[in-house]
């Protein structure tokens, strides 16, 4: 309701952002490393400049007049009738697309970028976003004949960027998606023997290393967005390191004969690294002292405005900009960076009910979110045109910060607000992942600007000042200091490699490389001596997290991977299945009170995903989409989490079939234990002990932990409960939880184990 009362000051928020006139010379920063990184990137130094000379302070008219007079009527009429002059028509035309790639700054460079990648095995590649790096690079290299006979593959951090990037070049090629340009990203793959230029994510190229070693089939391998660091982009890098010293010496594979050595060295493998906010140095001096190019310019300017004074609700700023624009700017397409899917449902809601109470003479707006939880057709809605006569209001997590072009975009509103994950290793035993909300770096900031002008000059709105812009960290911390490793060490070991004395751009830390280790020995994926064992190479195949896929390896053996797969794909999903909060915990408890199951939360999942499953296949009362939407909210339930939960699902069944392992094998209606046994093979580290006060001793680990009221088993008392995840409050609590027998714990091979040392 807070966000409903906010809304009342719709046209007075002016005054809240604009505020002192601000004293900068325009120029956001002075000394030390950041005027090193500015040297990097001239985009924000000139555009800043233009912002306040232009204007001088806060958030003006795009006039030119700061303080309007909030709210005034002749204001409205104004922006109503710029609107109604050019809604849809706002967009200039563009031009055909070989125009505008040759107009791109970086097509001033071409040759002497082919020239610079001919000559040298590595090549590092910074230029300003929206240059043309991403879709000209590969497109001038295979054109130049550079790649030969092999593929060109081009990293992302990020799917949607990965598969939009090959639509656009598809389209620059004149050739269908698939063919010459094509992608494969989890889970999703288009491309044939016809396929040069591929767009992957860093996670599918890792994966690739597991059939392939060399990566033979590539000639040039390009880490694009490497400035990211992502734990798969490292693991690339170092992998990269170590394929360019073996095919272009030609010391041929492990095994590789006299014949072997010299097939490679006929296939040298060529790295280009790129970004527009890199730390060029480091990356050159890791590869040898590589060759560093700098694209200068950018097509279009994107001017960026800070807040005069910091804000404290930043959802609330943002709506309020948002209506600035929408009521006072001409025609354009606004994105707005968030934290998280919850800032993001909220701002969608606040500013879809203050659409319906705008004058008729102001043009609609069309929300849409965009977050990673999202399914993918619903995502690939941003880069649809807005509907006719309305602007498009595109509110997206980081995942629409870096490399992607979302046609229509001219203004970009950036909270500043980001969710880092970060590994936590606090009385928990073996410790894990949290998403906590924190401020962005300047890379990210720069990033963020850059999805705007890309088309036409562009408009950045910072809902922070411009000290704080100065005062934030120039990159983040590397993923690979800050993570759990399990699942990277696992798939090390699969390719022979030791995480330790791999040839890192930043070395792990010493504790998560143990803890890693000890997890995999826990899950039986390795032996005493750390070599992978057979259950740890067919773990590896799943793409699930190592406690997942040790779960689904048991199910075989206890003959219930139907029921784990269900279970395992609602775990995996990337929202919860329960809407969980305590005003409505009693209801949503009464109402799914009829698939609650006896052990606990996991066959409650079971028992839904099937009720779910019926309704899909129309046999319920409920009909249709709206029927099942009804349904779910009926419960209590996530809709989202049970779509995206089906899709996971039929993809693990894909990777049994090619594994040849039968996965309709099923326990029977009401088998409980087959299906728990199998959870614990997993969950091991997640278990507890009932004490005599009615909490819970962590087996594994020293913490004492209560069961969450959200469970089911949260007013029962059980000899040993597996959970899901702990969350931290006043105490430590177990979410997703179910009982299992203590019989069932003792007869685990690795409690033997340990009982046997
Ligand atoms: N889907 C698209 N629709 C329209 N124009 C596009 C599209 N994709 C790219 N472009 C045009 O091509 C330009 C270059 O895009 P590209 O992704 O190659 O830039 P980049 O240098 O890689 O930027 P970044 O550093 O942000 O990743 C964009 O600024 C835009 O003008
Ligand atoms: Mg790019």
Not at 236 to 246: D, P, V
Not at 273 to 290: H, P, Q, R, V, W
Request: aromatic share 6%.
């Amino acid at each position: 309701m807070a966000k409903v009362a906010a809304l009342k000051g719709i046209f007075n928020f002016r005054s809240s952002l604009s505020s002192t006139p601000k004293k900068s010379n325009g120029h956001g920063g002075g000394s030390g490393s950041h005027t090193k990184l500015k040297r990097r990137l001239s985009l924000i130094d000139s555009d800043e400049c233009a912002a306040s000379k232009g204007h001088g302070n806060g958030f003006p008219s795009p006039n030119g007049t700061i303080n309007g007079r909030p709210g005034s009527k002749k204001m409205r009429l104004q922006s109503a009738r710029d609107a109604e002059r050019s809604p849809a028509k706002g967009h200039k035309r563009q031009a055909p697309v070989k125009e505008q790639r040759e107009k791109l700054p970086i097509a001033l460079g071409r040759d002497a970028i082919v020239e610079e990648i001919r000559r040298n095995d590595v090549t590092i590649l910074v230029g300003e976003t929206g240059s043309g790096k991403t879709t000209q690079v590969p497109q001038y290299l295979l054109e130049a004949g550079i790649a030969g006979d092999g593929v060109i593959a081009i990293t992302q951090p990020r799917k949607v960027a990965a598969t939009s990037l090959a639509a656009r070049v598809a389209v620059e090629q004149g050739v269908p998606v698939g063919g010459l340009v094509g992608y494969s990203v989890r889970f999703d793959e288009s491309t044939s023997n016809s396929t040069r230029i591929k767009y992957v994510t860093d996670g599918m190229i890792i994966r690739e290393l597991l059939s392939d070693e060399l990566l033979s089939k590539y000639s040039i391998v390009i880490v694009d967005e490497a400035h990211e660091r992502t734990l798969r982009t490292d693991l690339l890098l170092a992998n990269l390191k170590s394929i360019i010293k073996r095919r272009n010496a030609g010391e041929g594979t492990s095994k590789g004969g006299k014949e072997k050595g010299r097939a490679q060295r006929t296939n040298p493998l060529k790295v280009v690294i790129m970004s527009a906010t890199l730390d060029a140095e480091k990356f050159s001096k890791y590869y040898g002292n590589a060759k560093v190019l700098y694209v200068q310019g950018r097509q279009h300017p994107v001017t960026i405005y800070h807040t005069a004074a910091s804000q404290q609700d930043y959802v609330d700023s943002a709506m309020r900009t948002f209506y600035q624009i929408h009521t006072d700017w001409p025609p354009g397409d606004v994105l707005i960076f968030l934290p998280g899917q919850e800032d993001i449902e909220n701002l969608e809601k606040s500013v879809e009910l203050y659409s319906k109470r705008l004058p008729v003479d102001i043009p609609g707006v069309a929300v849409l979110p965009m977050y990673a939880a999202l399914p993918p057709n619903q995502q690939s809605a941003i880069f649809a045109p807005a509907p006719h006569g309305m602007r498009k209001c595109i509110l997206a997590t980081n995942i629409a910060e870096t490399s992607i072009t979302i046609p229509g975009i001219k203004y970009v509103i950036d909270t500043g607000k980001c969710k880092e994950k970060r590994y936590i290793s606090r009385d928990t035993g073996t410790g894990f992942d949290t998403l906590l909300t924190k401020d962005i770096t300047q890379s990210s900031a720069m990033q963020r600007a850059g999805r705007a002008g890309r088309e036409g000059p562009g408009y950045c709105f910072r809902l922070y000042t411009e000290d704080a812009f100065k005062s934030m960290p120039l990159s983040a911390e590397p993923e690979i200091r800050r993570v759990t490793l399990t699942s990277s060490l696992l798939q090390l070991k699969c390719l022979g490699q030791d995480l330790e004395k791999l040839d890192f751009i930043d070395k792990p830390e010493q504790d998560s490389i143990a803890s890693a280790l000890a997890t995999l020995y826990l899950l039986g994926a390795l032996d005493d001596s750390k070599s992978l064992t057979p259950l740890g190479r067919t773990m590896a195949h799943f793409p699930l997290e190592p406690t997942y896929a040790r779960t689904l390896a048991a199910s075989f053996e206890h003959g219930c991977p139907s029921e784990i797969l269900s279970i395992l794909s609602v775990l995996s999903a990337s929202s919860k299945l329960f809407i969980d909060n305590t005003d409505t915990r009693e209801a949503a408890s009464e109402s799914r009170s009829k698939f609650r199951a006896v052990s606990g939360d996991h066959m409650t999942i079971l028992n839904i995903v099937k009720a779910y499953e019926e309704i899909r296949e129309g046999k319920g009362h409920e009909k249709g989409k709206a029927g099942r939407r009804e349904w779910c909210k009926r419960q209590f339930l996530n809709e989202r989490c049970l779509s995206e939960a089906l899709e996971i699902r039929a993809q693990l069944r894909g990777v049994c079939e090619r594994m040849k392992m039968d996965w309709t094998v099923s326990a029977g209606e009401g088998n409980d234990q087959p299906v728990l046994k199998s959870l614990l093979s997993g969950l091991v580290n997640q278990a507890a002990f009932l004490q005599a006060d009615g909490s819970y001793k962590q087996i594994m680990g020293p913490s004492i932990v209560k069961i969450h009221p959200s469970s089911s088993l949260c007013d029962k008392k059980v000899p040993v409960i597996l959970y899901d995840e702990l969350v931290y409050t006043s105490q430590i609590y177990a979410r997703g939880v179910s009982a299992i027998s203590r019989s069932a714990v003792q007869e685990l091979a690795v409690f033997k184990r340990r009982h046997s040392d």
